[in-house]
T-cell receptor
Framework: GDSVTQMEGPVTLSEEACLTI???????????LFWYVQYPGEGLQLLLK?????DKGSNKGFEATYRKETTSFHLEKGSVQVSDSAVYFC??????????FGAGTILRVKS | GAVVSQHPSWVICKSGTSVKIECRSL??????MFWYRQFPKQSLMLMAT?????????EQGVEKDKFLINHASLTLSTLTVTSAHPEDSSFYIC???????????FGPGTRLTVL
C-alpha cells in the first residue's frame, strides 16, 4: 500500500539556519503530495502542496519539489525563525482524497 | 480554504461513559468528512471516512460499534466514543473535503481524556 517516510526528529536549528526535512513516498499511481504543519496545541494546517511531477509548492518561505524519479518531496527553507517551531507532516493522497501521513518531524528553532 | 470547527476542544470523562465530538464545516459544503486519531508524538491515523447521508467506511482495526460516526448534513459530522476507556484517550481530528477538491481542511482537534 501507499506509504510516506520522513526523517526522524527532533531537528534543532538556530534562527536563520537552513532547513531540509526529507520525505519519500511509495505509491502505485501518481499521488498529490502535501506538507502539513501542526503548531503546539493546534490542528493541522496545509503548508504547501504539489499535484504532479516537477511541480514546486511554496508558502511562507518553505518550498518542496515533487520529484517523481526519486519519489521524494523534501521540505526546505533558507532561513528559519523561532515561529517555525512545530511538527511537520509529509502526506500523499492518491484515491478518494484519502491522506496517508508520514510520522511527523519535530522542528525546534532556537534564538 | 474551508473553516472547520470542532466541539468540544477538550473533554474529560469517566470510564464507561460516552462522549460525542462534533465537527462542523462553517463555510463549505463538505460532501466527505474524515476522522483521525493522533497519539502523543505520533502521526495521524485515519479512523473512518464518511459521506453525507451514507454510512461511514471504517479503516481496518477500528471498531465501528465503539466509534459511531454520523454525517447527517453537509456541514456536520459527529463522532461518538461509546463506553470510553482510558486507552481511548487521544487527540481526535476531523477534516472535510468536497466534490472536485484534492485537499482536506482540518479542524483544530478535540483532546479526550478518559479517567
Amino acid at each position: 500500500g501507499d506509504s510516506v517516510t520522513q526523517m526522524e526528529g527532533p531537528v534543532t536549528l538556530s534562527e536563520e539556519a537552513c532547513l531540509t526535512i526529507n520525505c519519500t513516498y511509495t505509491a502505485t499511481g501518481y499521488p498529490s503530495l502535501f506538507w502539513y504543519v501542526q503548531y503546539p496545541g493546534e490542528g493541522l494546517q496545509l503548508l504547501l502542496k504539489a499535484t504532479k511531477a516537477d511541480d514546486k509548492g511554496s508558502n511562507k518561505g518553505f518550498e518542496a519539489t515533487y520529484r517523481k524519479e526519486t519519489t521524494s518531496f523534501h521540505l526546505e527553507k533558507g532561513s528559519v525563525q523561532v515561529s517555525d517551531s512545530a511538527v511537520y507532516f509529509c502526506a500523499l493522497s492518491e484515491r478518494g482524497n484519502k491522506l496517508v501521513f508520514g510520522a511527523g518531524t519535530i522542528l525546534r528553532v532556537k534564538s | 480554504g474551508a473553516v472547520v470547527s470542532q466541539h468540544p476542544s477538550w473533554v474529560i470523562c469517566k470510564s464507561g461513559t460516552s462522549v460525542k465530538i462534533e465537527c462542523r464545516s462553517l463555510d463549505f459544503q463538505a460532501t466527505t468528512m474524515f476522522w483521525y486519531r493522533q497519539f502523543p508524538k505520533q502521526s495521524l491515523m485515519l479512523m473512518a471516512t464518511s459521506n453525507e447521508g451514507s454510512k461511514a467506511t471504517y479503516e481496518q482495526g477500528v471498531e465501528k460499534d465503539k466509534f459511531l460516526i454520523n454525517h447527517a448534513s453537509l456541514t456536520l459530522s459527529t463522532l461518538t466514543v461509546t463506553s470510553a476507556h482510558p486507552e481511548d484517550s487521544s487527540f481526535y481530528i476531523c477534516s472535510v473535503t468536497g466534490v472536485g477538491w484534492n485537499e482536506q481542511f482540518f479542524g483544530p482537534g478535540t483532546r479526550l481524556t478518559v479517567l
